[in-house]
C-alpha cells in the first residue's frame, strides 16, 4: 500500500439498485415511475435554447423555487433545492448534525443515512422498528442530535401518521427533525403543514417518484427560513452552481402541471392496488403500502428464490438480504401491463416451487 493511501477517507458506501439494460426487460426494481414526465416538460425540452448552457445557472435556482412556492404556498426563502433528494439530504446531514449527542433513525430504512453518517463522523444509532414494521413514536422521546425519518418509509412502504410525527416534533423542539418523504404523493400525510408549527422541521421531496423525472435530478426541501440559510451557507461554500440550467426550467413546467401529475399518481395507485390483491391471492403477505412499490413476503417460498428466477426471465425486483426483512421482495410498480406480465410469472415460479417444493 502506498503510504498516501491510508489517508484515504474509508467508508462504506451506499449500493444503488441495479440499472440493467436488456431488451424485452421488465424493471421493477428502483421504484422509478413507468410514466414519461408532464407533456409540459417535454415542450420544455424541445425548446429549450441551448446557447444558454455557455451561461452560468441562477445559483439560487429562482424559476424552480418560485414555481415550487406557487404550488406549495410558500416563499422562496422556505425552500432548498438540490440535484436529488440524495444531495439536499446529504447537505442537510453536513449543516446541521455536528452534535455529540447521537442523530436517531430507525433501523430499516433508507440505507443512506447511515452512509452520510459514517462520512460525516456523525455519531447515530437506529431504532428497531416494530414487528409489524412501524415506528413506535416513543423511542425518539429522548436526547438527540438531531432526527430523520423516512415518511411513507423505504422499503417498508408504510407510512407514519402525521399526528405521531407532531408528537415526535412537540418531543424534540431543541433538535432538527428531517422527514423525508420522497414517496409521499402515493398516499402518505405530508408534514408540510407543520412548518408554521415547528421551526425545527425540514421536509423533503423529490422529482424522481411521482414526477417521473429521476434522470434529470431534482431534489427539494421546505423549512424555516433560517433553516433554508443555513443550507445554502454550507451549499456555496463548496459549489454555488449545482443546479444545471434545464433542470431548473423542466422542474417548473412539471410543478406547473398539477393536473397530469395528479393523473399519474392516480393511475399508480390502482395498478398498485389490483397487483396488491393479485399477490395476495397467489400467497403473499402485502404491507399497507403508501408508496409506488409494494413490500411482499411469500408464505412458503424463499423471497431470494423468487427474486433469482425473475431475474432469469428478465424480470428485476429488488431483493435486501438482511435482517428481518430477508424474506421480503420490493416490487415497483409498473405499468399495467408491466405488472400483468409480472403477476403471470411469478405465478408460474410460485406453482413449480411449491410442487418442486422449492
Known amino acids: 500500500m502506498k503510504q498516501w493511501e491510508q489517508y484515504f477517507r474509508k ?95 430507525p433501523d430499516i430504512t433508507y440505507s443512506f443515512y447511515e452512509v452520510w453518517a459514517a462520512l460525516y463522523n456523525i455519531p447515530y444509532e437506529t431504532l428497531p422498528l416494530k414487528e409489524d414494521f412501524t415506528i413506535r413514536k416513543e423511542d425518539y422521546y429522548r436526547k438527540n442530535g438531531g432526527i430523520v425519518i423516512a415518511n411513507p418509509n423505504a422499503p417498508t412502504s408504510l407510512s407514519l401518521e402525521l399526528d405521531a410525527v407532531r408528537d415526535i416534533l412537540e418531543h424534540n423542539r431543541e433538535s432538527i427533525v428531517i ?83 395528479k393523473e399519474i399518481i392516480e393511475r399508480i395507485r390502482k395498478t398498485r392496488a389490483r397487483t396488491a390483491e393479485n399477490l395476495c391471492e397467489l400467497g403473499f403477505t402485502i404491507l399497507d403500502s403508501r408508496t409506488n ?20 426471465k428478465k424480470i428485476y425486483v429488488r431483493y435486501f438480504k438482511k435482517p428481518r426483512i430477508d424474506n421480503y421482495l420490493r416490487i415497483t410498480i409498473g405499468t399495467d401491463e408491466e405488472m400483468a406480465a409480472f403477476i403471470d410469472a411469478v405465478s408460474g415460479i410460485i406453482k413449480t416451487s411449491i410442487l418442486t417444493n422449492h
Open 11 to 105: 467508508v462504506v458506501p451506499y449500493v444503488p439498485g441495479e440499472q440493467p439494460n436488456q431488451p424485452g426487460m421488465i424493471k421493477l426494481n428502483t421504484n422509478e415511475n413507468p410514466y414519461p414526465p408532464s407533456p409540459k416538460v417535454k415542450k420544455a425540452v424541445e425548446e429549450f435554447k441551448t446557447d444558454n448552457l455557455r451561461l452560468y445557472p441562477d445559483p439560487a435556482s429562482t424559476v424552480l423555487t418560485e414555481a415550487l412556492g406557487k404550488a406549495y404556498s410558500l416563499k422562496n426563502e422556505q425552500i432548498f433545492v438540490g440535484v436529488g433528494s440524495d444531495d439536499v439530504l446529504a447537505t442537510a446531514f453536513l449543516t446541521f448534525f455536528n452534535s455529540e449527542e447521537p442523530i436517531l433513525f
Open 179 to 261: 422527514v423525508d418523504e420522497a414517496y409521499v404523493d402515493f398516499g402518505g400525510e405530508s408534514a408540510l403543514s407543520l412548518l408554521k408549527e415547528f421551526e425545527n422541521l425540514l421536509v423533503v421531496q423529490t422529482f424522481s417518484k411521482s414526477y417521473s423525472m429521476a434522470g434529470i435530478r431534482i431534489g427539494y426541501a421546505f423549512g424555516a427560513p433560517s433553516l433554508i440559510k443555513a443550507l445554502n451557507d454550507v451549499k456555496y461554500s463548496y459549489n454555488s452552481y449545482t443546479m444545471n440550467q434545464p433542470s431548473l426550467y423542466y422542474g417548473a413546467e412539471a410543478v406547473r402541471d398539477s393536473d397530469y401529475h
Open 293 to 312: 412499490f409494494l413490500f411482499a413476503a411469500h408464505r412458503e417460498v424463499p423471497a431470494e428464490l423468487i427474486f433469482e428466477k425473475l431475474r432469469e
